[in-house]
């Protein structure tokens, strides 16, 4: 059964780049039927898509945030990353890692989500 | 790029019908089949319960159904039952690689 797993700080200060892991496990990163992507809920909000990349590391992002998002991909360790630089209150959020199956596009299998507050 | 329209709340009474509507632009909803829906229980990851506007994933139940007219998707789901009680989310592609979801709305079974 895949799963998948976000890992970083819960807490990162205003203006500081906030980095986060999604580590995949029972299948392979490097499939090339999926991609991977970062999708974020701010509390008692709706979702906003982050951003995607494939395993070859053809990245995808949100132009409203693409000034500020990195997102990589190490398939040696079976892991994508994110990181959003010069955070705002704004950015706090609960951070969703999350598989788009690409011959239906939607998302099949989601990380549990991680809360990041953005606070000094 | 701006969030698709949902209703913020919709409510219904066990055994009824209820619809929940997404509204986006010709630019994303109306120019593509690839509307997926979400549910989204308090506390937990959500879940596809259809994708490319219509389609059922393995599993779901076929309670729940999927359509599109224009610029707007809708979910209905019929005969209503307690464990319906979530959040709803619509997504759709936005062209270019990229996507949009819209505000969520919350189901309240009566």
């Known amino acids: 059964q895949l799963q998948l797993q976000e890992s970083g700080p819960g807490l990162v200060k205003p203006s500081e780049t906030l980095p986060l892991t999604c580590t995949v496990s029972g299948g392979s990163i490097s499939s090339s039927s999926y991609y991977w992507g970062w999708i974020r809920q701010p509390p008692g909000k709706g979702l906003e898509w982050i951003g995607s990349i494939y395993y070859s590391g053809n990245t995808y992002y949100n132009p409203s945030l693409k000034s500020r998002v990195t997102i990589s991909v190490d398939t040696s360790k079976n892991q994508f990353s994110l990181k959003l630089s010069s955070v705002t209150a704004a950015d706090t959020a609960v951070y969703y890692c999350?598989?788009?199956?690409?011959?239906?596009?939607?998302?099949?299998?989601w990380g549990q989500g991680t809360l990041v507050t953005v606070s000094s | 790029q701006s969030a698709l329209t949902q209703p913020a709340s919709v409510s219904g009474s066990p055994g009824q019908s209820i619809t929940i509507s997404c509204t986006g632009t010709?630019?994303?909803?109306?120019?593509?089949?690839?509307v997926s829906w979400y549910q989204q229980h308090p506390g937990k990851a959500p879940k596809v319960m259809i994708y490319e506007d219509y389609k059922r994933p393995s599993g779901v139940s076929n309670r729940f159904s999927g359509s599109k007219s224009g610029n707007t998707a809708s979910l209905t789901i019929s005969g209503l039952q307690a464990e319906d009680e979530a959040d709803y989310h619509c997504?759709?592609?936005?062209?270019?690689?990229?996507?949009?979801f819209g505000g969520g709305t919350k189901l309240t079974v009566l």
């Open positions: 997504c759709a592609y936005a062209g270019s690689s990229t996507w949009v």
């Open positions: 999350a598989r788009w199956f690409t011959s239906s596009w939607h998302l099949d299998y």
């Open positions: 010709s630019s994303d909803v109306g120019s593509y089949n690839l």
